[in-house]
């Protein structure tokens, strides 16, 4: 394109800014949301990681209006076109106005290709940080709305600092715990989804077991507030937003439940754990035995825990199935590994059998190996991208499975 022709091309842009409409959230019939949420959509409040909203849009430009806020750590978002992602960015306290697409064609021009646009909370809940928080105001574009196709499946992932993409952004050097290291996309919930054709939402917290955390606290497990819409909040700006509210379940109806967790729950035995619960002021009665094993009455605990949240699950999501998928971050004892394995899978086949249920199954997850962790110690993409292949293996297979029981 000639240099006059490229200016005039693009001159038709800046006009077209002057034209366009602002639609608040709930004018736009054909605008798709994700991730728990309340009631309230204007503005729509984003709590979780992979929370947000989807269009499909005929347009020269497309800014989204949100409003952020934080004490500690500043929350991120990404957009993805077409499922490929062309923005990871932070938000600055306050509103903040950012353009979402910008193409070249002019305003009326019959050509504008229509476009698949995903903007989302890249970070997850902050259970350091009550103020921590994204607003969506409003949606500016000179374009018009189609309706976003209706998914494959749709699933429900719950898990820990694994499942909020945690490490997943940064060098493996960098261990300082901020924002900027936890990622949506390059995460296994993500790739999941995208080779399923699904949709979905998450409920996970780093640190977080489903009886106890990484240092034995018994106040921080994702069953307590699984029934809240972001329950594990502390007092703050974000909890005036209906945080403690009950969550309906019925704005998301999955097929498929996810439950990765048992990572923290046995890090708590670990050294680390002990003394970082000693640094807090807390108590972390969590030993192993003389013989390195983790001791009969915590797996007791563990496997009445896990059964005790599958009833609570099944509660929730009565036609879905559900996977226990473990073992992406091992700990640094074969016994425990082990163990954790063991009681697991002995926990999902025990609520199988006494709860007459057959679609809930135990999944173990590929190990990260070296050179496939990513920043904190944490799995990275390479590791994120394995987990995601082995679930979507398990999935079809159990759906293949399911289908045949509903024959």
Not at 89 to 112: C, F, M, V, Y
Not at 236 to 254: M, N, Q, R, V
């Amino acid at each position: 394109m000639k240099y006059a022709e490229s200016v005039k091309r693009f001159s038709h842009i800046f006009e077209g800014e002057n034209m366009l409409r602002e639609y608040k959230i709930s004018e736009i019939e054909k605008l798709k949301i994700h991730g728990r949420r309340t009631a309230c959509l204007d503005p729509l409040t984003l709590f979780w990681n992979g929370s947000g909203i989807e269009m499909n849009v005929r347009a020269t430009v497309v800014k989204l209006r949100c409003y952020a806020d934080y004490s500690v750590f500043e929350p991120w978002i990404d957009v993805l076109v077409e499922g490929v992602r062309y923005q990871k960015r932070p938000l600055e306290k306050g509103i903040n106005e950012i353009t979402i697409w910008q193409g070249n064609a002019g305003p009326g021009e019959s050509d504008i290709p229509l476009r698949n646009i995903k903007i989302m909370r890249d970070t997850p809940a902050m259970a350091a940080d009550g103020d921590t928080l994204i607003r969506i105001e409003a949606v500016l574009t000179d374009g018009t709305f189609e309706i976003v196709d209706e998914p494959g499946h749709r699933i429900e992932f719950i898990g820990d600092s694994i499942t909020s993409g945690e490490g997943c952004m940064g060098p493996v050097s960098e261990q300082e715990w901020n924002s900027a290291c936890f990622d949506a996309v390059d995460n296994y919930t993500y790739i999941t989804a995208q080779k399923l054709g699904a949709d979905y939402e998450v409920f996970s917290q780093s640190g977080y077991g489903f009886v106890w955390s990484w240092n034995g606290n018994p106040k921080e497990n994702m069953p307590l507030f699984y029934d809240e819409v972001c329950g594990l909040v502390p007092d703050g700006k974000a909890c005036e937003l209906g945080t403690y509210e009950k969550y309906d379940f019925s704005l998301f109806e999955p097929d498929i439940v996810i439950i990765n967790l048992g990572t923290n729950d046995a890090g708590a035995y670990s050294v680390s754990s002990h003394e970082a619960a000693r640094s807090m002021g807390s108590d972390n009665i969590h030993y192993l035995n003389e013989k390195g094993e983790i001791p009969s009455e915590d797996v007791a605990a563990l496997k009445n825990g896990a059964k005790a949240f599958l009833k609570k699950v099944r509660e929730k999501r009565p036609g879905a199935i559900i996977i226990w998928a473990y073992g992406m971050l091992l700990q640094d004892s074969d016994i425990i590994n082990t163990q954790m394995t063991n009681l697991l899978s002995a926990a999902v086949a025990e609520y199988s059998k006494q709860e007459n249920d057959s679609k809930v199954y135990y999944h173990q997850l590929p190990p990260t190996l070296a050179g496939e962790f990513g920043s904190r110690s944490h799995p990275g993409h390479a590791a994120h991208k394995k987990a995601a292949e082995s679930l979507v293996k398990k999935i079809e297979a159990v759906l293949d499975i399911s289908d045949v029981y509903a024959c």
